[in-house]
């Protein structure tokens, strides 16, 4: 898989991507990251990208033609599964999306700036619009990080343990169960004695129970969602 990032501000995600599980990745030729500066597409003396919003208003508004150019020349390049726009306004992330955009193929990420970008990159040159969640930040690089995160590290071989991914967090509707490593005593704060019991069927019972009860504690919401799809039975 094949990411390419749009941005006015490259830099602010130079390192996320060459540093631990990401890179390794990249690495295996599992997945490929590229950051491209946005303004290399400007045709503007001055590279800029923004101009003022047509009716007035505050703020600043990202051009179309620097994005058209560069969605335009990539897409020459490649085929791509997906043009994402990380907005506020977006469809919300979540392990359902990052599973299903996992196993697409190439994508681009554009990242919004200032006011956002002309209407018309929303309408003609984008596929889908995605939020990391009900907040405004200043640009779409953060959230263009977390989706890639959230994706690249579901493709087969890059968690070095294959089910690792499979017992994250929200995978099966629940949130994970407690993991504990040595000491099995650390000064009076015990271990839970089945963990130690070598009953691997019972060990795994308990996880269930505690990702069940955990989930019912912190995310009564996800348990909702699993109860109208039907699948109550075991919980
Ligand atoms: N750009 C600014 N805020 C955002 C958010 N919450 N999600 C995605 N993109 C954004």
Same mark, same amino acid.
């Given at each position: 898989?094949?990411?390419?990032?749009?941005?006015?501000?490259?830099?602010?995600?130079?390192?996320?991507?060459?540093?631990?599980?990401?890179?390794?990745?990249?690495?295996?030729?599992?997945?490929?990251?590229?950051?491209?500066?946005?303004?290399?597409?400007?045709?503007?003396?001055?590279?800029?990208?923004?101009?003022?919003?047509?009716?007035?208003?505050?703020?600043?508004?990202?051009?179309?033609?620097?994005?058209?150019?560069? =969605?335009?020349?990539?897409? &020459?390049?490649? #085929? +791509?599964?997906?043009?994402?726009?990380?907005? %506020?306004?977006? /469809?919300?992330? *979540?392990?359902?999306?990052?599973?299903?955009?996992?196993?697409?193929?190439?994508?681009?990420?554009?990242?919004?700036?200032?006011?956002?970008?002309?209407?018309?990159?929303?309408?003609?040159? =984008?596929?889908?619009?995605? &939020?990391?969640? #009900? +907040?405004?930040?200043?640009?779409?690089?953060? %959230?263009?990080? /977390?989706?890639? *995160?959230?994706?690249?590290?579901?493709?087969?071989?890059?968690?070095?343990?294959?089910?690792?991914?499979?017992?994250?967090?929200?995978?099966?509707?629940?949130?994970?169960?407690?993991?504990?490593?040595?000491?099995?005593?650390?000064?009076?704060?015990?271990?839970?004695?089945?963990?130690?019991?070598?009953?691997?069927?019972?060990? *795994?019972?308990?996880?269930?129970?505690?990702?069940?009860?955990?989930?019912?504690?912190?995310?009564?919401?996800?348990?909702?969602?699993?109860?109208?799809?039907?699948?109550?039975?075991?919980?």
């Amino acid at each position: 898989m094949r990411i390419d990032i749009l941005s006015a501000v490259p830099r602010l995600l130079d390192s996320w991507f060459k540093e631990s599980i990401l890179q390794r990745a990249q690495q295996k030729g599992l997945a490929e990251v590229v950051v491209h500066d946005l303004r290399d597409w400007s045709t503007d003396k001055h590279r800029r990208l923004d101009d003022y919003p047509f009716g007035g208003g505050a703020g600043m508004v990202m051009t179309i033609e620097p994005i058209h150019r560069a =969605i335009a020349e990539l897409r &020459s390049q490649r #085929d +791509y599964a997906e043009v994402i726009y990380l907005s %506020p306004d977006g /469809v919300q992330l *979540d392990q359902g999306l990052a599973n299903q955009l996992s196993t697409i193929g190439n994508m681009i990420l554009l990242c919004g700036h200032y006011k956002g970008v002309d209407e018309r990159v929303r309408e003609h040159l =984008i596929t889908r619009e995605v &939020s990391i969640g #009900d +907040y405004v930040l200043s640009g779409g690089e953060l %959230p263009a990080a /977390v989706l890639s *995160d959230a994706v690249i590290r579901l493709l087969p071989g890059v968690l070095g343990d294959e089910t690792s991914a499979l017992s994250d967090s929200f995978q099966d509707g629940l949130v994970a169960p407690p993991d504990y490593t040595r000491p099995a005593d650390y000064q009076g704060w015990p271990v839970p004695e089945i963990l130690l019991s070598g009953h691997q069927a019972r060990i *795994d019972e308990w996880r269930h129970q505690q990702a069940v009860e955990r989930t019912r504690q912190r995310r009564p919401d996800l348990l909702k969602r699993t109860d109208r799809d039907g699948d109550v039975q075991d919980r």
